[in-house]
């Protein structure tokens, strides 16, 4: 059904419908709105057989999820930023559990220095974390994918994180098609756990794995991220065959053919990116867009395919490896490997910077690019405080005494 | 109940220890050191759990000494449903499976989530104190041991005052831990007004398991405190464990009682008194405080924290009554 | 695309009035997307939100710097938000106030009413986000009263939610009176 809702309303509708079990979470800017939402739709009994705890803290409810998955049911939670890194132990544990915990990330920066607005640094803090993770672009599809998140973290034994942009989606009222009860019950089957704290067949669940098989754990951890990228990829097929919408898969292209230039993003800022790409078309330019909806496991061969034939790839990400540079470009650069194209990274958004349509134009339109850029910098702030560490001749000589 | 073992025909009131076919929650062929008070502990409180409840527990287990003895893949000693997360979430992944439980209508299963002194009394203690505050359907288990045992001694928030511990070394002017420290977790407990808050010891077993068998059939969040010796790390011979473990109670540093809803319900008297300095001088971690360097102000203060409590606790003989 | 931006401080309905606005869209079948400007609004701080109605699916994520419309749900803020900027030539200025304001700009709209006075007549309480939206639909014609209506009514049910469409009707009327 059709309905104008608030993002983070609307996921919370998209996972009542997927029937968890269980419900924790903790409250931090800018996830709150999603677990109020869910609070009232199982205090007012529009989503029944629901335990809805109110707990201590993040290590908390991602504790909370890993005790009732492995007692056997389905379960949800949700955070943002300093949040996730609070809980990081859990998130690790979840996954080398194999726990199919979905979780909401309300993509917020890192402090310090302490900001609640939109990047993706939180989540970049997870990437190598074992967890599935797809980011949304609209909220249409943050709805969506969380019935998708459910659906293959429960095929691959393996939890999911669904990204979605703190704020500028999670507190966008837009319009959204919220499935029926029926059509999500005949997409996501009722969850049949692998493993469940069960008296007649008592298990041990999480012992101490030593040297002679640990190389292997994490061995067929990995064959399974690679092995899942055709069953993520096909179970978006069936969604859209169900439900008439492509939400989920790995990648989505937005006027690929003949593009020289493609620019790569994660999440919301692909839509005003399509809104640029579109100006320029009309104005000539070949360009095209190539939003990543699957970012772990990384779809490197869907990648390498869809950017095989353009000359210049522009990456533009919302976090910041400090002392490496763009984390998204450089894992396209390994992706792209070999072919004759030029990768530009564009780090923008940072702490809630907004991006506009016109600083994006002026930049994807310049005939030469920086390797790596820092969207819309404030100059004079940089200019004025930034010191070397040390001089140019030092630099020069590879080595740098420290300054008293 | 089965027979009880030879030995103990003529005892009334026999101990699920006692029995030829006690469960064996925690089985032998686990990695444990000699002497080990807390893998007894564990299997005293489980034992007595399973018991109780026809075998309907579900334990979850805070990392230590007790999780990486009993199951390093492929071994396993537990012979109940028993699930390892993270050293610090021990009491918050339980009130998931009590949630989920709920959800599965699978009430009878009891839940019991256990630790050791580091884990609930320091790194998770936000999340003991979240699952007291919110009652859930949990009872917690702490085998105190008085130090990071797994780690190779160290000081932890419950290493009483004077001890040595590896972070603690007596030299020169210091004498090792702090005056007027070790957290008191069944207190902490108690001031969330839980229904059921106890302390035990595996010199008691009696004792323990009574406590162990109420708690277990209460809804709502229980605390268990159980002192546990440990003869690596408090320097004794591990043919001694239950000795220390009844000295520690008989002198008075270690008081036995039964609180409920946030009040002193019961405690248990000292019968055969033991003196603090016995108590310590059997342990190499407080010789420091005797011979050459000796402190009398530090015995004095230990001696007083045993008068307080057999005041407070009302341990005396003739207390009760 | 019809880009509105609303100006005026926490406490005051500001976010539920782009919300509402939205819904006015999305009852007309319309796309639309609202959202406020981020930030750990406090009681009394000045707040802004953010309206976008089409025709077209809404893809653009950035904050609304040329508006087509400006409410001011609170005079004193005119200033400090620099409320006015971006506004587009034959734009429209919708403001809360019993009397006329000095914009400085040239070929807009201006309507001004006594939003919170309607308010505290027709709902008891001083908070004139519904009151604007009426006349807000009177000033731009974008969207009809009864989308506004039925916005109202799914925001707030019962009584107070009658009294906030009396209110926007009052306001609708008077916008067109004076035209």
Redesign the interface.
């Known amino acids: 059904m059709l309905r104008q809702l608030e993002g983070s309303h609307a996921i919370a509708r998209s996972v009542a419908l997927c029937r968890p079990r269980v419900v924790c979470a903790y409250p931090i800017s800018p996830q709150t709105h999603i677990l109020e939402g869910l609070e009232e739709l199982i205090r007012s009994g529009k989503l029944q057989n629901c335990e809805y705890l109110n707990v201590e803290s993040e290590m908390g409810a991602l504790s909370v999820a890993i005790g009732a998955e492995a007692a056997g049911v389905r379960s949800y939670t949700a955070t943002s930023s300093q949040g996730l890194l609070y809980m990081i132990e859990a998130v690790y544990n979840a996954s080398g559990l194999e726990l199919p915990i979905v979780m909401t990330l309300g993509n917020r920066a890192l402090g310090s220095p302490i900001n609640i607005w939109n990047d993706h640094s939180d989540a970049m803090s997870v990437r190598d974390s074992g967890w599935v993770m797809f980011f949304a672009e609209t909220n249409q599809e943050a709805a969506d994918l969380h019935i998708l998140a459910f659906m293959v973290a429960e095929k691959m034994r393996c939890p999911v994180i669904v990204n979605v942009d703190g704020f500028i989606l999670t507190h966008a009222y837009d319009r959204v098609d919220i499935p029926s009860q029926e059509a999500v019950d005949e997409f996501l089957p009722p969850y049949a756990p692998n493993i469940s704290l069960d008296v007649d067949s008592p298990m041990a669940v999480g012992t101490m794995v030593p040297p002679e098989y640990f190389m292997e754990v994490r061995c067929l951890a990995h064959r399974k991220h690679e092995d899942s990228l055709a069953l993520i990829e096909r179970a978006g097929s069936t969604f859209e065959e169900k439900f008439g919408r492509n939400s989920g898969g790995l990648l989505r292209g937005y006027s690929l053919q003949n593009a020289d230039t493609i620019v790569v993003a994660m999440g919301s800022v692909a839509g005003t990116i399509k809104d640029v790409v579109d100006e320029l078309n009309h104005e000539g330019g070949k360009f095209g867009e190539l939003t990543i909806v699957c970012y772990r496991p990384f779809p490197r061969e869907a990648l390498r395919n869809s950017l095989k034939n353009s000359k210049r790839i522009i990456v533009v990400e919302k976090s910041l490896a400090v002392g490496v540079g763009g984390i998204l470009s450089q894992e396209i650069e390994l992706a792209m490997k070999g072919c004759n194209v030029e990768i530009i990274s564009v780090i923008a958004g940072l702490g809630g910077r907004n991006i506009t349509k016109s600083t994006l134009k002026e930049h994807f339109s310049k005939k030469n690019h920086e390797k790596m850029t820092f969207l819309d910098l404030r100059n004079d702030i940089i200019a004025d405080q930034y010191r070397p560490i040390c001089s140019a001749a030092v630099k020069a000589e590879k080595t740098c005494p420290i300054q008293p | 109940m089965s027979h009880p073992t030879i030995g103990n025909r003529l005892v009334k009131n026999v101990t699920v220890q006692s029995m030829r076919d006690r469960p064996n929650c925690l089985t032998s062929g686990h990695r444990a050191c000699q002497g080990c008070g807390e893998a007894l502990g564990a299997r005293c409180v489980l034992d007595a759990a399973y018991a109780a409840t026809g075998?309907?527990?579900?334990v979850?287990n805070a990392t230590g000494c007790l999780?990486?003895f009993s199951?390093?893949?492929?071994e396993?000693s537990?012979?109940?449903?028993?699930?390892?997360?993270?050293f610090?979430?021990a009491p918050?992944?339980?009130?998931?499976?009590?949630?989920?439980?709920?959800?599965?209508g699978k009430s009878d299963?009891r839940i019991i989530a256990q630790g050791g002194d580091g884990a609930l009394s320091d790194i998770g203690m936000?999340?003991l104190?979240?699952m007291f505050?919110?009652n859930d359907d949990v009872l917690c288990v702490c085998y105190d041991n008085q130090a990071y045992m797994n780690t190779g001694v160290q000081r932890s928030g419950a290493t009483p005052a004077f001890a040595r511990t590896a972070t603690t070394l007596p030299t020169g002017n210091y004498l090792g831990n702090d005056a007027q420290t070790g957290k008191n977790l069944p207190k902490i407990a108690m001031a969330h007004e839980i229904p059921y808050v106890a302390t035990a010891s595996i010199g008691n077993i009696h004792d323990l398991e009574e406590k162990v068998t109420k708690a277990i059939h209460i809804r709502g969040a229980k605390y268990l405190h159980v002192h546990v010796p440990c003869p690596l790390g408090w320097g004794y011979s591990p043919s001694d464990t239950i000795k220390i473990a009844r000295a520690a109670v008989q002198c008075g540093l270690f008081p036995l009682f039964e609180m409920e809803r946030g009040k002193i319900m019961k405690s248990t008297p000292i019968k055969d008194p033991v003196k603090v300095d016995d108590y310590l001088k059997s342990q190499r971690r407080f010789a420091h405080l005797f011979g050459k360097s000796a402190s009398p102000e530090a015995l004095a203060a230990l001696q007083d924290i045993a008068d307080n409590n057999i005041r407070d606790y009302a341990l005396a003989e003739n207390a009760n009554g | 695309m019809f880009q509105v931006r609303i100006h005026g401080r926490g406490g005051q309905g500001v976010v539920t009035a782009a919300e509402m606005l939205s819904l006015a869209a999305f009852f007309e079948g319309k796309y639309a997307q609202a959202f406020p400007s981020f930030g750990s609004e406090r009681t009394g701080a000045p707040v802004v939100a953010f309206c976008r109605i089409s025709d077209r699916e809404i893809r653009l994520r950035e904050p609304i710097m040329e508006p087509n419309a400006v409410i001011i749900q609170d005079c004193t803020v005119i200033d400090s938000a620099n409320a006015f900027h971006g506004l587009v030539e034959k734009g429209f200025i919708l403001v809360n106030s019993n009397h006329d304001i000095n914009h400085g700009l040239k070929n807009v709209s201006l309507k001004c009413i006594s939003a919170t006075e309607i308010a505290l007549e027709h709902i008891g309480k001083p908070i004139p986000n519904a009151v604007l939206l009426g006349s807000f639909a009177g000033l731009t014609g974008i969207l009809k009263i009864e989308s506004v209506i039925e916005a109202i009514k799914t925001k707030f049910s019962g009584a107070i939610g009658e009294k906030n469409i009396a209110a926007a009707r009052v306001a609708y009327d008077r916008t067109l009176e004076v035209g």
């Open positions: 075998g309907k527990i579900a979850v999780e990486v199951c390093v893949y492929p396993n537990w012979q109940v449903p028993w699930l390892h997360s993270l610090g979430n918050a992944v339980a009130t998931g499976v009590a949630a989920a439980f709920k959800q599965q299963v936000g999340c104190s979240g505050e919110r």
